[in-house]
């Protein structure tokens, strides 16, 4: 066994590890509601802290927060304690960390438009492919504009405005139509009731304070509260996870095999992930997953099954742990085939068998060996945790957010200066010259109306003169007129 492991469970009194050298080419574990998975995530991720490595973790219902208090005497745990050889158990807490997007149960979890792209923002917003080109057209207006995109203001302002310049945008950046402007506006009016506006801002997570470890060499773990979230507002949670995946792939360098990951994630309720997600963003994903390894990160998704991810992605996950499928329906004896059909099998059970009949914190486990090479299947009695069993008292998780090393730097939002407040300065420049210009029109047209009287009472002696002179010619006209019909008239 690698000196740096993690101890799993036992199958039939044989210790099975996960070493942390093959802990970056990512990882699975599923399972019917109750089965267990919950609890396996928390002896994986205590296992990674213990090994150095930082963790982040969605805490989709509450009960992760254990992680930060020592676990409790209990007989159940004793009994499974006597059936798996572990080299050391001790009860105790890890460094954790306390993340919110909605809520105040952690540190303000903050990134900005820009950092989120046009991408995963149309994906976010649910836009058509019309709507989206006018997205990416609205980026590079800011681009071009030196203009930033921080939160949502920002991106409304940009778009009203390129509304009211679309003539003057179209030959540089296409159509750009009221209908689709109006749409996109309605998405994020949408999008701010679901609690987004408080995602999108500043100051906006800076990745280190994911990745860094206590004075004791224990990897910190970062929980992120999404039990409302994950219920308010879906597609916001499953848009961090991807934007967390982009920036983790384009920040950190490549590295070389190292004996553990720089970091390992978990993404809790993975099929949101996934979910109508377009081709071109499930490329995108399926790029990241594929490259990031060579990042040092690991990822490990957690779903009820794994037909839920991908079969692209699914390939390359090499740590896999099954809990109990049911199997009701017709449909759900197909995804136990497919999911039996994935594991390499072990002559001694039927895998399509076993993984309906398990228990409660057993599961089937394959894991990759030194080279890289997947396991037999082996069914696997899961360790306990040596943390709390679910979730800690709200004081407790108060405390320990009053103590965080990186409160301040999170907890005061900042606004500066971005697209709104630029563009609002520009509206005021130009509707002082339109007031300007109204008093300057104003002004000629008073000019105008007092310049005639003014010129009658300057010159009486010209106005005499042009009324002579118009006497005159009438008297020449008459008699013009006279000469000649008088010869007409006089030759009758």
């Known amino acids: 066994m690698s000196a740096a492991a993690i101890e799993l469970g036992a199958s039939n009194g044989k210790l099975i590890c996960q070493t942390g050298r093959m802990s970056n080419r990512h990882g699975l574990i599923a399972g019917a509601t109750g089965t267990g998975k919950t609890v396996t995530l928390q002896v994986l991720a205590e296992g990674f802290s213990r090994m150095g490595v930082p963790v982040f973790a969605a805490d989709i219902k509450g009960d992760l927060s254990g992680l930060a208090q020592p676990g409790h005497p209990h007989k159940k745990i004793d009994e499974r304690l006597a059936q798996i050889p572990l080299s050391a158990y001790r009860q105790q807490p890890c460094p954790t960390l306390f993340w919110s997007i909605d809520s105040n149960q952690g540190h303000p979890l903050r990134t900005t438009i820009s950092e989120m792209g046009p991408l995963l923002l149309s994906n976010l917003l649910e836009l058509n492919e019309t709507q989206t080109g006018i997205l990416y057209a609205a980026f590079e207006i800011a681009d071009d504009q030196g203009m930033l995109l921080l939160d949502l203001k920002d991106l409304r302002a940009l778009l009203a405005w390129m509304g009211e310049n679309s003539e003057s945008?179209?030959?540089?950046?296409?159509?750009?139509?009221?209908?689709?402007?109006?749409?996109?506006?309605?998405?994020?009016?949408?999008?701010?009731?679901?609690?987004?506006?408080?995602?999108?801002g500043e100051p906006a997570l800076d990745l280190r304070d994911l990745m860094h470890c206590d004075f004791s060499g224990r990897g910190v773990i970062s929980?992120?509260?999404?039990?409302?979230?994950?219920?308010?507002?879906?597609?916001?949670?499953?848009?961090f996870l991807l934007w967390l995946l982009a920036e983790l792939f384009e920040q950190l360098p490549e590295v070389v095999d190292q004996e553990r990951p720089?970091?390992?994630?978990?993404?809790?309720?993975?099929?949101?992930?996934?979910?109508?997600?377009?081709?071109?963003?499930?490329?995108?994903?399926e790029q990241v997953v594929r490259l990031i390894r060579s990042k040092g990160v690991g990822i490990y998704f957690i779903t009820q099954s794994p037909l839920?991810?991908?079969?692209?992605?699914?390939?390359?996950?090499?740590?896999?742990?099954?809990?109990?499928?049911?199997?009701?329906?017709?449909k759900d004896r197909k995804t136990i085939k497919a999911v039996a059909e994935s594991f390499r099998p072990?002559?001694?059970?039927?895998?399509?068998?076993?993984?309906?009949?398990?228990?409660?914190?057993?599961?089937?486990v394959s894991v990759l060996d030194e080279k890289g090479a997947p396991q037999p299947v082996e069914r696997v009695l899961i360790a306990p945790p040596e943390g709390q069993i679910g979730p800690i008292e709200p004081k407790r998780r108060e405390e320990l957010l009053q103590r965080s090393p990186i409160g301040s730097r999170y907890d005061q939002a900042v606004d500066r200066e971005s697209a709104?407040?630029?563009?609002k300065k520009k509206a005021e420049a130009a509707a002082r010259?339109?007031?300007a210009e109204r008093e300057r029109l104003a002004a000629e047209r008073a000019t105008k109306k007092n310049a005639p009287t003014a010129r009658r009472r300057e010159s009486a002696g010209e106005a005499m003169m042009k009324s002579a002179a118009r006497s005159i010619g009438t008297q020449i006209g008459r008699q013009i007129i006279r000469g000649v019909l008088g010869s007409i008239f006089g030759r009758r």
């Open 169 to 200: 945008l179209r030959n540089s950046y296409g159509n750009i139509t009221s209908a689709s402007i109006g749409a996109i506006q309605r998405r994020l009016l949408v999008l701010e009731e679901q609690g987004a506006e408080q995602f999108f």
């Open 223 to 239: 929980l992120l509260d999404a039990s409302t979230l994950i219920h308010k507002s879906p597609k916001v949670y499953a848009a």
């Open 262 to 285: 720089k970091l390992v994630l978990f993404f809790d309720e993975a099929h949101l992930l996934f979910d109508d997600a377009p081709k071109s963003l499930l490329d995108k994903i």
């Open 308 to 330: 839920d991810i991908p079969e692209e992605i699914l390939g390359q996950l090499g740590l896999k742990i099954e809990h109990a499928l049911r199997a009701f329906t017709p």
């Open 346 to 364: 072990n002559p001694a059970f039927s895998t399509e068998t076993l993984v309906t009949e398990l228990g409660i914190g057993e599961a089937l």
């Open 420 to 423: 709104y407040e630029l563009l």
């Open 433 to 435: 010259e339109e007031q």
